[in-house]
């Protein structure tokens, strides 16, 4: 349907990616309608590190790392997990996300992942110009710590990927680490400081405040779920869902990790898993970083928000529908103690999320074809990150029929 000769595009799923895009689109001055089954912002967009991370460019699935999985899966103390009982169905995936295990394939994400993130604190200071989100955000340095310089070095190969694309860390050793982290034990002992970063003080606040502004501007939000689609003549026609059928011209799914089943009932397969993972935020903290640190042997982030001290990050395989494993939230407990043993609280809040990681770790951003369907979603660990310029993308191809970036490299039809 379109009202005069607009378009009427209904965005799907109300986390940083589709508030982003739905932003972008009204202020290119088309009619959008945002639509989540939950209030906006309470999806993965909710939980994360808030983390701005720019230098954040290399995936998950490293060179050389497939015969040390054993040994990760056996060490207690390493942040990996996999629910055993969900592997016969995660393992046609695996099998696939490890196939890019290699110099080549990690080189040719790396620059995908550049293009998404690299400008993320401009992105977002352009998005939320205006509104009251910009409150939220923070501009900071990211720091990564290890307990140790062979520490550091073996994470040389990531280190040397993001030194190439410019992000090159100053190094801080000695005593000059207590004074940039005051109240750390000795478990930590090597810096590793990035500048012209940032992050979020309350995501889920962040990404609600964005919605607010689109709908004060005059966009109109359903609270409804999707549950179906309709196409005419191949193109996009019509949404069903709890609620009803809207009718429409175009349709973007952000539906983060649920729009693998999304895109299902539209006709594609995408091979798209959830990496879970977990955060504490401890309330009240008697101290805190200032700014977010990554415990590097942890692999998770402590980042100081406005609601707290938030601890996230982890990475277990085990789908949508177990419960929280007791496992991971142990072993943040025990790395934050042993980083901060002083560390006191009133309460604390516990969240399992789910980061939607396609197998190359790649998102898809585009159009399906020529069927006016569009996709942004499958931003793993960087989608607070990369979500406002994903948004603003496709709100450019949307409207404007405009190409941002070369977005070859994240075509939804890539895998079929
Ligand atoms: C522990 C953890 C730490 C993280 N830390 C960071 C970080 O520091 N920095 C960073 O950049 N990223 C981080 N991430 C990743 C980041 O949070 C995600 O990539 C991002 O939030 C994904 O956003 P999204 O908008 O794609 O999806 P979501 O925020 O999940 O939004 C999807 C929306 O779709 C809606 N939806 C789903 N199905 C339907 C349906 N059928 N009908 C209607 N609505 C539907 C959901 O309700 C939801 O609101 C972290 C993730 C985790 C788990």
């Known amino acids: 349907m379109t009202i005069g000769n607009k378009k009427q595009i209904i965005v799907v799923g109300a986390g940083i ?86 110099d080549d394939d990690t080189r ?64 801080v050793e000695g005593q000059e680490v207590r004074e940039i982290l005051p109240g750390t034990s000795n478990s930590i002992n090597l810096l590793a400081v990035m500048d012209s970063h940032g992050f979020v003080l309350n995501p889920g606040q962040y990404v609600k405040d964005l919605a607010t502004t689109f709908r004060e501007q005059g966009g109109t939000f359903i609270k409804a779920r999707v549950k179906d689609f309709s196409k005419v003549d191949g193109k996009i026609n019509s949404v069903e869902t709890d609620q009803g059928s809207f009718d429409c011209t175009d349709l973007v799914i ?35 970083p200032p700014c977010p640190v990554m415990v590097a042997s942890g692999k998770f982030v402590m980042t100081p928000m406005a609601i707290g001290l938030r601890c996230a990050g982890i990475l277990e395989f085990g789908g949508l529908t177990a ?17 901060y043993p002083d560390l006191e609280w009133e309460d604390t809040e516990e969240w399992l999320g789910h980061r939607p990681a396609p197998c190359d770790s790649l998102p898809f951003i ?36 405009q190409y941002m970036i070369d977005i070859s490299p994240y075509f939804p039809r890539r895998f079929s």
């Open 17 to 102: 990616a589709g508030v982003s895009t739905a932003l972008w689109l009204q202020r290119f001055g088309e009619n959008v309608t945002l639509m989540d089954r939950s209030e906006p912002g309470e999806g993965t967009s909710f939980g994360n590190a808030g983390v701005l991370a720019a230098c954040s460019i290399t995936p998950v699935t490293a060179p050389k790392m497939i015969p040390k999985i054993p040994g990760y899966l056996l060490n207690p103390d390493f942040p990996l997990y996999v629910i055993w009982q969900k592997l016969p169905f995660l393992a046609p995936f695996l099998v696939r996300y490890l196939l890019n295990a290699n």
């Open 366 to 401: 585009g159009e399906v074809g020529e069927s006016r369907i569009y996709t942004g979603f499958g931003h793993h660990h960087i989608g607070l990150t990369g979500g406002p310029k994903t948004g603003r993308i496709l709100a450019e191809l949307i409207a404007n029929d």
């Open 323 to 339: 419960p929280p494993s007791k496992k991971p939230l142990e072993i943040i407990k025990r790395h934050v103690r042993n980083t």
């Open 254 to 288: 952000t539906a983060g990790i649920w729009s693998r089943d999304l895109m299902k009932k539209l006709g594609l397969t995408v091979p798209m898993e959830s990496e879970r993972g977990y955060h504490i935020l401890f309330r009240s903290p008697s101290i805190v």
């Open 108 to 171: 040719r994400i790396s620059r995908g992942l550049t293009e998404i993130v690299a400008d993320s604190v401009v992105q977002h200071r352009d998005l939320a110009h205006g509104t009251k989100a910009e409150q939220w955000l923070q501009d900071s340095k990211y720091i990564f710590a290890y307990e140790s310089r062979k520490a550091f070095e073996n994470d040389g190969y990531v280190w040397s990927i993001r030194t190439e694309a410019g992000f090159e860390p100053q190094i």
